[in-house]
């Protein structure tokens, strides 16, 4: 099992779902990984997959008191207020 040669070395780094780590040899990452991966890390890439590729999210903070004065129905709506 290794890592692919693009993993980053920092455990900080936002990691690209096609570099991760999966349990079979790196020859098979093309051929085997959905079949090796858990269902909701398959799910969680499409789902990035199908988002529009120009918007990214990072990290979004919000305190209590904001939260119930906004009250966002979404969290479109969070990121966008």
């Given at each position: 099992?290794a890592l ?78």
């Amino acid at each position: 099992m290794a890592l692919h040669k693009d993993f980053p070395q920092s455990p900080h780094a936002i990691l690209d779902p096609a570099l991760r780590w999966f349990p079979a040899d790196e020859a098979l990452r093309e051929t085997s990984m959905d079949k090796l991966m858990p269902p909701l890390a398959i799910e969680v890439d499409r789902a990035n997959e199908k988002k529009d590729a120009d918007v990214k999210y990072g990290f979004v903070y919000v305190d209590e008191e904001s939260f119930e004065k906004y009250k966002p129905a979404s969290f479109r709506q969070l990121v966008d207020t």
